[in-house]
């Protein structure tokens, strides 16, 4: 098993321009979710996904969008990039805890670093 | 809004002692508690979960407390060693009050010292 695979690593982006940061997971995963970190405010929920076609708001949605099409992908998308989304964003599924399966041990990627000029 | 707080930015020990980090929270009594390590430019990685009728929980050179009243978890590694050296988050659910989301501390960076 991969575990959770986000691309692109690094990114660079000018004020303005649209992106997608994307995230797949092989673990047959129901939860999935997107945090950014900053230096000092710990990781912090932008959206999650507790399976396909459900979404829903975490603490920091605003200039993100995400949809949930399939079990193994959950791509945030920025739609206008501000310097302000400069972070490194963390994508990490789970079991559904609700379910019979698991108790919400979370698995993460590796990290996106993207920086807006 | 919840609030969880880890004791100090950093923590220095030598090696061989035991290190112990602080997670408090406010506002809420999470059914579950998890504790992670992230290494520099890594994503954090599942340590251990105590279970809000859980007491303690033990995993090798590790051990979790969790005293409800106090909202509280302790984190203790024991005879640490210098590959220890990280930061630990501590974590909570908040599917208790109907969503399903888990929020974070800050983080304790740790150093043992060799």
């Known amino acids: 098993n991969a575990g959770v695979t986000q691309t692109p690593k690094f990114q660079v982006l000018k004020t303005g321009q649209s992106m997608t940061l994307q995230c797949a997971q092989d673990?047959?995963?129901?939860?999935m979710s997107w945090y950014r970190q900053d230096p000092g405010m710990g990781l912090r929920l932008i959206h999650y996904?507790?399976?396909?076609?459900?979404?829903d708001q975490g603490e920091v949605p605003n200039g993100y969008n995400v949809s949930r099409s399939t079990t193994e992908d959950f791509p945030l998308r920025l739609l206008s990039a501000a310097p302000s989304q400069t972070s490194v964003y963390f994508c990490a599924s789970s079991y559904s805890r609700w379910g019979a399966r698991g108790t919400g041990e979370l698995f993460f990627g590796e990290g996106s670093r993207l920086t807006v000029l | 809004s919840q609030k969880i707080e880890q004791n100090s930015e950093a923590l220095n020990i030598q090696e061989g002692k035991t290190a112990t980090l602080t997670c408090n929270y406010t506002n809420y009594s999470p059914a579950y508690l998890q504790w992670y390590r992230q290494d520099p430019g890594r994503g954090p990685v599942f340590l251990l979960l105590?279970?809000?009728?859980?007491k303690e929980k033990r995993k090798e050179r590790l051990k979790v407390t969790f005293d409800t009243t106090l909202k509280q978890s302790l984190f203790h590694i024991t005879a640490s060693q210098p590959a220890d050296s990280a930061t630990y988050l501590c974590a909570l659910d908040l599917i208790a009050s109907g969503t399903y989301k888990y929020i974070f501390g800050t983080g304790t960076r740790l150093k043992v010292l060799a």
């Open positions: 105590i279970r809000e009728n859980e």
């Open positions: 673990m047959n995963h129901e939860y």
């Open positions: 996904s507790v399976g396909a076609g459900i979404t």
